[in-house]
């Protein structure tokens, strides 16, 4: 059982920059693939990136390519989503998600573990 905890969304001028923080609980956290997901309203969940249990294979969106990177710190039980260059577009409730199985997922139906949400807000 992993439990996260999403920190770091807010309010941002466009061309700015956000880091998001997800705090996981659990013994087995540093073998889980984690991911991150945004919802913006009326659209449905959309896969953002995601990072190996090592931390050795990373995935992005397209939309997000160049402008995010996602790491990890698995002494920590933290994952991390720092957003350069944001535009209004990236608007949304960002999720942290985790998962016990090997290899990439980009669906949030793959994903077994949920945080709460944060909001990240970019204004033009």
């Known amino acids: 059982q992993v439990q996260l905890v999403e920190s770091g969304g807010g309010l941002v001028q466009a061309g700015g920059s956000l880091r998001l923080s997800c705090a996981a609980s659990?013994?087995?956290?540093?073998?889980?693939?984690m991911a991150w997901f945004r919802q913006a309203p009326g659209k449905e969940r959309e896969f953002v990136a995601a990072?190996?249990?090592?931390?050795?294979?990373?995935y992005f969106a397209d939309s997000v390519k160049g402008r995010f990177i996602i790491s990890r710190d698995n002494a920590k039980n933290m994952v991390y989503l720092r957003m350069n260059s944001l535009k209004p577009e990236d608007t949304a409730v960002y999720y942290c998600?985790?998962?016990?199985?090997?290899?990439?997922?980009?669906?949030?139906?793959?994903?077994?573990?949920w945080g709460q949400g944060t909001q990240v807000t970019v204004s033009s």
């Open positions: 659990g013994r087995t956290f540093s073998t889980y693939t």
């Open positions: 990072i190996s249990w090592a931390g050795s294979r990373l």
């Open positions: 998600a985790a998962d016990p199985r090997v290899g990439p997922r980009f669906g949030p139906n793959e994903y077994d573990y």
